[in-house]
């Protein structure tokens, strides 16, 4: 039976070799949606173009926009001379925000230790608008800080008030690539093993192969074994690729244990060989299975929590979110890699990977061997 | 020569209509991806699941830990007894955050009118604790000026100080849908187009088919036409769906002309389908197809600008962003979607597009004519 089934990974690894541009692209893919989601998956904006229409001309308004800038939230670029160029330039898209400080601004300031100016915001794109929206009040808070100081004289640091100590764990510098290569790994361990399988399978019934195979003394499940062997093996091999990188360019800290990493990593390559396997026996050609894949891996990519958090979305999506394998994967990796924490937390995670494992592969092979 | 094409296009719909899965599927995608997209993708987190660890127990700890429930931000679940006992809820992902307020806050606050707390945030995902960061100091800030009002006896109405009156443009509620759905059409147009030209044309080299299209007198050009045609319409019937749903279900107004934004859609197909035709004259299997169309695909959904603001990037990749078509289909879209301008404003976005359409497909069918001769 060993050898039965080796024999059919022989001829899938030629298959492979016969390939070399798929083979590149199996090995380069991960590295390119590493390099990508590393330095392209972040949020945090500075450095906004800002324009500004200053209608007042006093020391009083020079010292806001001053304020503005020092706050590296917002580069003034532009000095514009009317509320038409203003709006020109954030229609351009050239601005994002614009401050206008109206005639009088200074004056109000020094005769009634008040006044107010006026900020636009592009919101087309919301992470920047609310970090923008934020950023233009906490400048205007400080500098009423100052007045107060001023005005009053005392010292607003020496005041009555609650200290909060704000502690990050796990990811003290909040950076994104930490954030995202634990979840990577889990999605490169989902999602390619499974196009590679559906694949592979439905080749052969594309190209009527799969009848030849059925004639000879193989047994069904030796087929699927034999031919999943070499994909488990590539996919591992990605597995490590993307840690490596992860560790050494992105300076991804791994807390946990790695061998907990890869051996929960082997269970999640289960379930996607397991969901591969099925999509193959639903799928007549080729291009059924990439598409039926596609199909899958969105909901994948969203319900699962890899780019947004799950806690954010409605409760309909977030009951969805629990029959998706990957949820529980980038629990699983993130767990490991930024937490830190071993099996006595994420055991549930683990019986919930292993659950999907058994029902998708039984699935898998009972349509499989029917269909043969 | 008309009737030519007209046979190419009616034998690509059979092969589509035989085949009513991947039909299906072309349909239903962009609605699902609609649904999810304008569901799912939100980054404004409200109701963090978070803990108490209340060492205090007076009524001013009491005070906070209401404030810090009225804010919306943090949903104050669980109280526990010991640090460690939180530090295993956050590290199980039950919780987010943390609120430790120390044997002695009450008493301080009212000795000296000071007091200390820490927030424990989980820092996994930077954008969650980024809003958990700042939004544990505005509540704390706030607390903190009611109290030096009382102690100070100043009027909060009445305080010096500059004030920002924020108007936000174009999208004045800042709904993360009305930002994903205009840049979806870009999307989706690019995917559908680009994949399936690919897989049309690779299927039939793999299968030997395209020998005996070129024995007939079909011309090149008719034979590109003809399997794109097909393909250009359910892409623009996706075009439709998204259009109707998102007015219609997700509330999305479109502020410019659908006209334009139809006309200028027709010129970026130019690009899209170019890639297709491309992959096609490079790629030997269905599978290698797939992954040269990942290569456009998925830069093009990072750097040009979908989920994630350009402005964010290292500047080497925003350089690169410039090569890449989607970005100025996006800004487009966008302009007309949600910004309500026209071609005066978006006349540098059009012409690079129109550039880049011209190039590519004119290297894809001069590479396509070479490979059939």
Redesign the interface.
Known sequence: MIRRTLAITRKEIIHIIR?P??LT?MFL?PV??LI??G???????????TAVLDQDRTQQSRE?VDAYRASNYFDILYYVRSEEELA?L????QA?TGIIIPTGYGRS?TSE??????????????????TA??A??TV??A??TK??EK?YGIDVEA??????????????????A??MIPGLIAMILQIQSSIFTA?SIA?EKEEGTIEQLIVTPLRSIELIVGKVIPYIVVSLFNLIEVLLIGVIWFGVPINGNVLLLLALGLLALLVSLGIGLFNST???????A???T??LM??FI??SGF???L????KV?QWISYVIPLRYMI?IT??II??G?GLS?LWDQAVALALFAIVMLALAAVRFRKQL | MSSRIFYVIYKEFIHIVR?P??LA??L??PV??LI??G???????????AVVLDQDLTAQSRD?IEAYRASNYFDLTRYVNSEEELR?L????QA?AGLIIPAGYGHD?KK???????????????????TA??A??TI??A???E??QE??GLDPEN??????????????????V??MIPGLIGLILQFLTT?FTA?AIV?EREQGTIEQLIVTPIRPWELILGKVAPYVAIAFFALGEILVIGVFWFGVPIHGSVTLLLALSVLFLLTTLGFGILISTI??????A???S??TL??AL??GGF???L????QV?QWISYVVPLRYML?II??IV??G?GLR?LAGEVTAIAIFGIVIFSVASRRFRKRLE
């Open positions: 390939d541009r798929s692209m893919m390119m949606q990508l989601l330095y392209t998956a972040t949020t945090d904006v500075e450095h906004l173009a806001l020109r954030i229609d351009e898209g994002k300031l230790n008040q006044a107010s100016v006026a900020f636009i915001i592009d919101g087309s794109m919301p992470s920047v608008a609310t929206f934020s233009a009040h205007a808070q500098q009423s007045l107060i005005v005041q009555p008030g609650i200290d909060v100590r704000p502690r990050v764990w796990y990811n003290p510098d909040m950076k994104s930490s954030f694949l080749r639903i799928a007549g050609t080729q291009q059924e990439i598409f039926l596609f199909f969105l909901p969203f319900l780019f947004f958090p806690e954010a979305m409605p999506l629990v993130r767990g930024l937490k924490v937390i | 085949d899965r991947t599927i072309m239903v995608f699902m991806e999810l997209l569901y799912a993708v939100t980054t404004d987190v409200e109701h963090l699941p906070l295993r956050v590290d199980k992902g987010r606050l000296e009118g000071k007091a200390q707390v820490s927030v424990v945030i989980d820092g996994t995902d930077p954008t969650v604790a980024t960061f700042s544990a100091q704390a800030q607390q903190s000026l109290l030096a102690i100070m305080l010096p100080g500059v004030s920002v009156h924020t108007r936000v443009w174009y999208n004045p509620d800042m709904k993360s009305n930002f994949l897989l299927r790629a030997r299997t269905q599978q290698e797939m992954y040269l990942f290569l998925i830069p990072f750097l989920f994630f603001p402005e964010a990037m290292p990749l800004v966008r302009g949600l910004k301008v404003i």
